[in-house]
């Protein structure tokens, strides 16, 4: 699919200020995989289509993830994570995209999840760093995605648990399988991680 195709597809689901984030998610997405070797084409067309489901009818979701083999405990948690699993489901009932590296893209760019890809953790780190975004420790995690992925997806998973938890909300369990093999990772190849 053609990134105009796709922007055709997402355009008429998302209110104005979304469809901009997404444009920058997929410009922030194209340069992280130019700088990390990964598949330009793959990261964008994701990028494009992660919020494609944002503005659903709650029921709909519900509908999808109940229909589907998507995990069944998502809806026990909040339903700001239905989407990106839902648009994975979508993307392939809909519009044919079955490639899996770019459905998991999405599925999991809101939670993470252990073992990540690199499109994976461009577009998780991508929806977090993209420049519309302003939220304490975002310039932090900017200035690491220049030099490692890794470590800026890390430093997304923390202070994501550490906002829900000061909340005193629920945190996904992938979120925290994320983060674990993340801090594994990077403990193992003596990086300093704080």
Known sequence: MRKDEAIEIVKPH???????????????????AEK??????????????????????LEDMRQIINGSDLPNDLLDYHHELWHGP????????KHGISDLD?????????TGRAGMSRLEMILFVSDYIEPGRSFPGVD???????????????????????????KHATVYPDTFYAYN??????????????
């Open 14 to 32: 998302l209110k104005k200020e979304r469809f901009e984030h997404t444009l920058r998610v997929a410009d922030t997405a194209v340069q992280l």
């Open 36 to 57: 990390y070797d990964e598949s330009v084409e793959k990261a964008e067309l994701a990028a494009i289509l992660h919020d494609y489901a944002k503005y659903f009818p």
């Open 86 to 93: 839902a648009a994975s489901v979508l993307i392939k009932q």
């Open 102 to 110: 770019i459905r998991n893209a999405i599925h999991y760019h809101t």
């Open 140 to 166: 932090e995690v900017r200035t690491v995605a220049q030099t490692d992925l890794h470590h800026a997806a890390w430093m997304a998973l923390r202070n994501t648990i550490q906002f829900l938890v000061s």
């Open 181 to 194: 093999h993340l801090t594994k990772r990077l403990n193992a190849g003596g990086n300093d991680i704080s």
